[in-house]
């Protein structure tokens, strides 16, 4: 039957196991199994354990069977954080950034973002449709089963919607679950050049409430920076998206140290992103505030910033998850395999916590975590299957695809590095 899968004699079943998110300490145990195995029937997943006991009793005719043997089976990866729909590419930013031009320059002379926006305002629904699902493709074969994908390209009520309702419309093409956040605060639009305050004022009154109404987005999110949001707008926007129902996320302290951390503690956000900038003190409210703290390390790569202290946020009791900010100006790269690189090698992360950063705390950030982000009974049946015997390859294999089977739901969605399914 579709979605029936036994997975077994796995060398090392990772499950991480758990149903909310991990803070500080506990990010270091990945509860693994040696000779493992899982079965998933009808797209979720109903036993775990060690294969023997696990297939005590189950007739395997019916079930498509995967042997683990001498490979690494762990949950699928969840990239909590992009911007994945728009038009148009940045690769002349790029080149003047390697000149040194600075990102926020190129945003004040109506490139960068706005320049983005230009380009998707004028894209069809069915162009961001065709360039989503080959990017969707891309993560997929990269292990990633889930994935939050941002508006903030539009600037208008007519090109938010688009956005979102393109989103929509991939989740339901494509096998990768699409969670959407509205980001109609990710810049000022030229029509509200010097008024940030009146374009937070027309979000509120003109876009959020049909976002919300017509169900287009689960989270708000707002680019807290200075020249762009501060503190008070992004304050009032967010209480606002509250009040609609929708969760919040923010971008904090990505290029300088506004106090985006503190807001997101204060309000109680689902998570703060970036977090380049923060002060030990944001740090410690967003972990008494359990806020997950999403870094997001391609970015300052890209950026030639500094990383994140993921370190000290861990030992703080921070839940910390990792994601790609795939984005067409900051992070051209939806490369899960260079986040496991610079994670360890340039963030102090341990190869567990960055397992966890990936799975069950990038489920935390998008209010998942009872439902993915670990091989656990009930959950659904997402799987990595990777072509070496241990997840200690995921950082040794450098900015490698270690991924040979991706399985969402119980089918076989990526066969030997191959994407496979029939959606789409
Ligand atoms: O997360 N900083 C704001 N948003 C994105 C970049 C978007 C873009 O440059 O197009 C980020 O870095
Ligand atoms: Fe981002």
């Given at each position: 039957?579709?979605?029936?899968?036994i997975i077994k004699n796995v060398?090392q079943l990772v499950t991480v196991s758990?149903?909310?998110?991990?803070?500080?300490?506990?990010?270091?145990?990945?509860n693994i199994v040696e000779d493992g195995a899982v079965v998933i029937?009808?797209?979720?997943i109903t036993r775990v354990g060690r294969t023997e006991e696990t297939l005590k009793g189950i007739?395997?005719?019916?079930?498509?069977?995967?042997?683990g043997?001498?490979?690494?089976v762990?949950?699928?990866?969840?990239?909590?954080?992009?911007?994945?729909?728009?038009?148009?590419?940045?690769?002349?930013?790029?080149?003047?950034?390697?000149?040194?031009?600075?990102?926020?320059?190129?945003?004040?002379?109506?490139?960068?973002?706005?320049?983005?926006?230009?380009?998707?305002?004028?894209?069809?629904?069915?162009?961001?449709?065709?360039?989503?699902?080959?990017?969707?493709?891309?993560?997929?074969?990269?292990?990633?089963?889930?994935?939050?994908?941002?508006?903030?390209?539009?600037?208008?009520?007519?090109?938010?919607?688009?956005?979102?309702?393109?989103?929509?419309?991939?989740?339901?093409?494509?096998?990768?679950?699409?969670?959407?956040?509205?980001?109609?605060?990710?810049?000022?639009?030229?029509?509200?050049?010097?008024?940030?305050?009146?374009?937070?004022?027309?979000?509120?009154?003109?876009?959020?409430?049909?976002?919300?109404?017509?169900?287009?987005?689960?989270?708000?999110?707002?680019?807290?920076?200075?020249?762009?949001?501060?503190?008070?707008?992004?304050?009032?926007?967010?209480?606002?998206?509250?009040?609609?129902?929708?969760?919040?996320?923010?971008?904090?302290?990505?290029?300088?140290?506004?106090?985006?951390?503190?807001?997101?503690?204060?309000?109680?956000?689902?998570?703060?992103?970036?977090?380049?900038?923060?002060?030990?003190?944001?740090?410690?409210?967003?972990?008494?505030?359990?806020?997950?703290?999403?870094?997001?390390?391609?970015?300052?790569?890209?950026?030639?910033?500094?990383?994140?202290?993921?370190?000290?946020?861990?030992?703080?009791?921070?839940?910390?998850?990792?994601?790609?900010?795939?984005?067409?100006?900051?992070?051209?790269?939806?490369?899960?395999?260079?986040?496991?690189?610079?994670?360890?090698?340039?963030?102090?992360?341990?190869?567990?916590?960055?397992?966890?950063?990936?799975?069950?705390?990038?489920?935390?950030?998008?209010?998942?975590?009872?439902?993915?982000?670990s091989i656990d009974v009930g959950k659904?049946?997402?799987i990595?299957?990777?072509?070496?015997?241990?997840?200690?390859?995921?950082?040794?294999?450098?900015?490698?695809?270690?991924?040979?089977?991706?399985?969402?739901?119980?089918?076989?969605?990526?066969?030997?590095?191959?994407?496979?399914?029939?959606?789409?």
């Amino acid at each position: 039957m579709a979605g029936d899968i036994i997975i077994k004699n796995v060398s090392q079943l990772v499950t991480v196991s758990g149903f909310e998110g991990r803070r500080g300490g506990e990010m270091s145990s990945l509860n693994i199994v040696e000779d493992g195995a899982v079965v998933i029937e009808g797209g979720i997943i109903t036993r775990v354990g060690r294969t023997e006991e696990t297939l005590k009793g189950i007739d395997p005719s019916g079930f498509t069977v995967i042997d683990g043997r001498g490979r690494t089976v762990l949950p699928g990866f969840v990239d909590s954080h992009t911007h994945f729909v728009f038009g148009g590419y940045r690769e002349k930013e790029f080149a003047l950034r390697l000149q040194g031009a600075s990102y926020m320059d190129i945003l004040a002379k109506g490139g960068g973002i706005i320049s983005t926006v230009k380009a998707t305002r004028s894209a069809s629904k069915e162009e961001l449709i065709r360039s989503g699902l080959e990017r969707l493709d891309t993560m997929l074969s990269l292990g990633v089963t889930t994935v939050e994908g941002k508006s903030g390209y539009g600037l208008d009520l007519d090109t938010e919607l688009k956005q979102l309702e393109v989103m929509a419309e991939l989740d339901s093409i494509h096998p990768v679950d699409v969670v959407s956040t509205f980001l109609g605060a990710h810049a000022v639009p030229e029509e509200f050049k010097g008024r940030a305050g009146g374009y937070i004022d027309f979000i509120i009154k003109n876009v959020l409430p049909v976002v919300s109404e017509r169900g287009l987005a689960e989270f708000c999110d707002v680019f807290c920076e200075k020249g762009v949001f501060g503190i008070e707008e992004s304050r009032r926007l967010l209480e606002a998206a509250k009040a609609n129902g929708l969760g919040i996320k923010i971008h904090a302290d990505e290029i300088t140290h506004l106090g985006g951390a503190e807001l997101a503690s204060d309000l109680g956000a689902t998570s703060g992103d970036h977090l380049l900038y923060t002060s030990y003190k944001g740090i410690e409210a967003m972990a008494k505030a359990r806020v997950v703290a999403t870094l997001l390390p391609l970015t300052a790569f890209s950026l030639k910033e500094p990383y994140a202290r993921a370190r000290f946020m861990i030992d703080k009791g921070c839940t910390v998850a990792l994601a790609t900010d795939f984005n067409p100006g900051s992070s051209f790269t939806m490369s899960i395999p260079l986040v496991f690189a610079l994670a360890t090698l340039y963030m102090g992360m341990t190869p567990e916590e960055v397992i966890c950063a990936l799975t069950i705390n990038g489920a935390a950030a998008i209010n998942r975590a009872d439902k993915i982000g670990s091989i656990d009974v009930g959950k659904k049946g997402d799987i990595v299957v990777l072509k070496f015997p241990s997840y200690l390859f995921l950082p040794y294999y450098i900015a490698m695809n270690p991924v040979e089977t991706v399985v969402k739901e119980g089918e076989i969605v990526v066969e030997n590095g191959i994407i496979k399914h029939r959606k789409g």
